[in-house]
């Protein structure tokens, strides 16, 4: 099958690693902003905040939330992140990405 014939969209890849806490509060801003799917992961890692092993149930560990979204919604959620910075491990990054066409990219 060529490439070229697979129906492609334009997206932004948004992807939100942070503490735990911090899970509930970013679901609810991506739901108020009208995001309709996202993917949940426990993540492990270390950075500027030290080392996140997950080796205790709801302490010291860390989520990793990713969905796909338009540019201007991509802005919204760097926006409304931005809030949780100062208390909380977070990192949040994005990148364009080419989504299969088929579901509406918001």
């Given at each position: 099958m060529s490439t070229s014939s697979v129906p492609k969209k334009t997206a932004v890849l948004v992807v939100m690693i942070g503490e735990t806490v911090l899970q509930d509060p970013i679901i609810k801003l991506l739901k108020d902003l009208g995001v309709n799917g996202y993917t949940l992961s426990q993540a492990q890692g270390a950075g500027r905040h030290g080392s996140r092993r997950g080796d205790?149930?709801?302490?010291?560990?860390?989520?990793?939330i990713r969905?796909?979204?338009?540019?201007?919604?991509?802005?919204?959620?760097?926006?409304?992140?931005?809030?949780?910075?100062?208390?909380?491990?977070?990192?949040?990054?994005?990148?364009?990405?080419?989504?299969?066409?088929g579901f509406e990219i918001i």
């Open positions: 205790m149930a709801g302490y010291n560990t860390n989520i990793e969905t796909i979204v338009s540019q201007e919604l991509s802005e919204a959620i760097f926006s409304g992140l931005t809030e949780y910075q100062s208390n909380h491990a977070l990192i949040a990054f994005r990148q364009n990405v080419e989504a299969l066409s």
